[in-house]
């Protein structure tokens, strides 16, 4: 997942303790003696807080992915969360941060050889980097509030997807472990709390994504605010397609007709290339509706072969993927 090696982001507290720690330890067991020997110890001190600083914001900006790179999926969902401008300009300040305290710091050693009271640049310049990393402490806990929400963003690849979408209990959950081969992973996902449901399945070397989405497409859209809305059409943004799943039988506990009519506003409002099935036909109160195409039962697998076809026929192809890489051609 690109936000997976994201590391715990420090206070502007915490880097200021470890760099001017450190640089009081670079002077431990050495005896200052005479002009000089101050002045390099001051040096010394000098560059290893300002090393610290300067590479520590430096591998905060590496560790962050371009967001103008990034799958559009996790951008909707990065700008939802935490506001994709916002961490920009937290990254650049920490960046514009680590740039200045190393040249600051270059500046300061032309003023601490042989200067004859080398500690006062020295202290200047300790000064002048804490009101740097000051300047900079909003940016900091901002990025460290982004990694820990950014890392429990589910692993959605960037592959054929099925989301599968329905009123609780007509058979979501089912249906993603009736057709994917592992044990499906269960993903946190914003403004759900029940967690996603994500499987996989191969067909002719091609992997397909199959996600579950409880609490996310099991009701009216208009029972949403905005920010679910937004959450939800994230989905939109990955290469898929939608399997409105009814339940004709009702042990689910909605009627029909409050399923069809979500299906539908599924359909209008979702807005990418759907179908509707209807499971449960092992269930004696089955009742097939007219307009429903395909009949289905996870439990007893009717159906289940002919719908997944189908949905393959609908999303688009990529390459197949190889089992083995190809063979090394010797002589070249
Ligand atoms: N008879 C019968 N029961 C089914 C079938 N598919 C699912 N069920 C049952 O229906 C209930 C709900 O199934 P789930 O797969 O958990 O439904 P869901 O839509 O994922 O539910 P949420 O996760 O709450 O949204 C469970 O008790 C299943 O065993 C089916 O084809 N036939």
Not at 4 to 33: C, Q, W, Y
Not at 60 to 79: A, G, H, R, V
Not at 168 to 191: D, R
């Amino acid at each position: 997942m690109i936000f997976e090696k994201i590391k715990t982001i420090p206070t502007s507290e915490e880097l200021l303790d470890k760099a001017f720690s450190r640089s009081v330890r670079t002077m431990a067991g050495k005896t200052i003696d005479g002009p000089t020997s101050r002045c390099e110890a001051n040096e010394a001190m000098l560059l290893t807080a300002a090393n610290i600083l300067s590479d520590n914001l430096g591998s905060i900006n590496k560790m962050f992915p371009s967001f103008d790179q990034i799958p559009p999926f996790y951008y909707d969902l990065t700008d939802i969360l935490i506001g994709v401008d916002d961490l920009k300009k937290a990254l650049n300040n920490v960046k514009w941060a680590s740039e200045k305290i190393h040249t600051m710091s270059r500046e300061y050693i032309g003023k601490i050889r042989g200067n004859k009271t080398p500690d006062v640049p020295r202290k200047e310049a300790f000064g002048r980097m804490s009101s740097i990393i000051e300047s900079i402490s909003k940016d900091l806990l901002l990025l460290g509030e982004a990694r820990n929400v950014l890392r429990k963003l589910p692993d959605v690849r960037e592959e054929p997807t099925i989301i599968v979408a329905g009123y609780p209990n007509v058979g979501k959950s089912s249906f993603v472990k009736a057709v994917t081969n592992a044990t499906p992973e269960v993903a946190s996902y914003p403004f759900t709390t029940k967690g996603i449901l994500i499987g996989h399945m191969e067909k002719d070397n091609i992997r397909y994504q199959i996600i579950d989405t409880p609490g996310l497409l099991d009701r009216p859209m208009s029972e949403r605010n905005e920010i679910e809305l937004q959450a939800i059409t994230a989905l939109r943004r990955l290469d898929a397609i939608v399997l409105i799943l009814i339940d004709p039988s009702e042990s689910c506990g909605y009627d029909i007709d409050a399923q069809l009519k979500l299906a539908h506003e599924i359909q209008e409002q979702f807005a990418i290339p759907s179908i509707i099935a209807a499971n449960k036909s092992d269930r004696d109160e089955f009742k097939k509706p007219g307009e429903i195409e395909f009949i289905i039962s996870t439990v007893t697998g009717e159906g289940i072969d002919a719908l997944v076809e189908k949905l393959i026929s609908m999303l688009p192809k990529p390459e197949p993927k190889f089992d083995e890489m190809p063979p090394i051609l010797d002589g070249f």
